[in-house]
Structures are given as C-alpha cells and as structure tokens.
C-alpha cells in the first residue's frame, strides 16, 4: 500500500514538475518590450549577431524565435526594401518553399506598421529533411525605425504553438 501511494505521490510531482506557466515572460531593454510563451528559453545559439536582441528555443518542442533590431529604415522605400531584404535571405536558405498565406500588412495597437509572411520549408544549411514553418513579421515605428520577429516551428506541430509565435510576434512595443 505505500508503494502505491510513494508511486502516485512520484508520478503526480513528475506531471506537475512538466508542465509551464500560462503567464508570458517579459524581455524589456531601453528601447523594446515583448511577451513571450514561457515554454521559449532564452539562449545565443538561434541567430548569433549583433543586431539579435533576444533569441528564444525550446529544443524539445522544436520551436524558436527571434527579435532583431534592424535600426533606421534607409530611405522613403526603406521599409519595403528592408521586408524584401529579410525575406529574399530567408528564402535562399530553403529548399521546398511553399508560401502558406499571403504576405499582409496592417498596423498594430502598438502602432507599429506591420509587414507579415507566412512561408514553409526545409533548411538547406541543415543535414536534415523536416520541414519548418516561418512567421516573420517586419515592424516599422512612426520614426523609420526597422524591427523584425520571427517564429518557427516544424510544420506538422503548428497548430500547437503557432498562436503563440504570433502573439509573441504582436506583443512588440517600442519605446521612441
């Protein structure tokens, strides 16, 4: 009888101890501000570079996502040319692209213009054959200052965590 019970009080502690917060964690510095899944944990290792503020994963779930600070748009076109930019790079790098919903633009309650794509595809720089979709939304504030999210996961798991790549996505705040 007190093993049964040792064996249920175990097995109770190791569901509970799995599972994560529903509450977002927050990443803020002097100039941003977003919400992220608290099942994402931050790290260096996602896109390593200069203008990467923050980098998130969840290598069990397989899902990731990424802030970059672009800095200020280069001309009149430069929101345009820079959401080109971001995403003719992105698309070099995978093979099998398949555009899963039209690109849109709107403005978010943060008052943020807001380029989004949606595409899928295998990673060619990888040894590896699973296919990935891509949220990447392109922000532009008020003052021509560029910033870009994006959200990946394994395509044939999206419609687990694919809301919350978008929310975190839309969470962004800009401090000008």
Not at 27 to 46: A, G, R
Not at 58 to 66: A, E, G, L, T, W
Not at 126 to 149: L, N, S, W
Request: net charge positive; aromatic share 12%.
């Amino acid at each position: 009888m007190k093993r049964a019970a040792f064996y249920l009080l175990f097995t109770t502690l190791i569901l509970t101890s799995c599972r994560y917060s529903k509450k977002p964690k927050t990443f803020e510095n002097k100039n941003v501000n977003i919400q992220y899944p608290s099942y994402l944990f931050e790290t260096d290792d996602v896109y390593p570079s200069k203008q990467t503020l923050l980098q998130l994963k969840n290598d069990y779930r397989d899902v990731y996502f990424i802030l970059v600070d672009h800095g200020m748009k280069p001309g009149d076109n430069g929101f345009e040319i820079m959401s080109d930019s971001i995403m003719n790079q992105l698309k070099r790098n995978l093979t099998e692209l398949n555009i899963e919903a039209n690109d849109t633009m709107f403005t978010t309650v943060n008052n943020l213009k807001v380029k989004e794509y949606q595409l899928s595809g295998i990673l060619s720089s990888e040894k590896q054959d699973h296919r990935f979709e891509f949220y990447v939304d392109v922000f532009e504030t008020p003052k021509g200052h560029i910033y870009q999210t994006a959200g990946w996961l394994l395509r044939h798991n999206r419609k687990l965590w694919q809301e919350d790549l978008k929310k975190a996505a839309l969470s962004l705040k800009v401090i000008e």
